[in-house]
């Protein structure tokens, strides 16, 4: 079992930035990979970024390509999401999840997070 809480959301406007963090217990970390989907009012969960078990692979959406960075740093059991140039349409509660695969899927994913939620305003 891996128990995940994020954290670092809040209120920007746009163009500014904020760093997601995902904190994780239990499991060996290392042994994960982690992804961030995100989620809309009325929309269905989006894949946002995945990062491999020991971080050398990473993969984006399209549109956040150039804009997110999602790293993460084993021996203090995290990843992160740094978000720069943010605009409203990434308002969207954020959401980490960890799994054997390294994949953009989210059923693929065994365990996720309660999510933090992001506003970007206008």
């Known amino acids: 079992q891996v128990q995940l809480v994020e954290s670092g959301g809040g209120l920007v406007q746009a163009g500014g930035s904020l760093r997601l963090s995902c904190a994780a217990s239990g499991r060996t970390f290392s042994n994960y990979s982690v992804g961030w989907f995100r989620q809309a009012p009325g929309k269905d969960r989006e894949f946002v970024a995945a990062?491999?078990?020991?971080?050398?692979?990473?993969t984006y959406a399209d549109s956040m390509k150039g804009r997110f960075t999602i790293s993460r740093d084993n021996p203090r059991n995290t990843v992160y999401l740094q978000m720069n140039s943010l605009k409203p349409e990434d308002t969207a509660v954020y959401y980490c999840a960890a799994g054997l695969r390294w994949t953009i899927i989210a059923r693929d994913y065994n365990y996720w997070g309660q999510g933090t939620q992001v506003t970007v305003s206008s």
């Open positions: 990062i491999s078990k020991s971080g050398l692979s990473t």
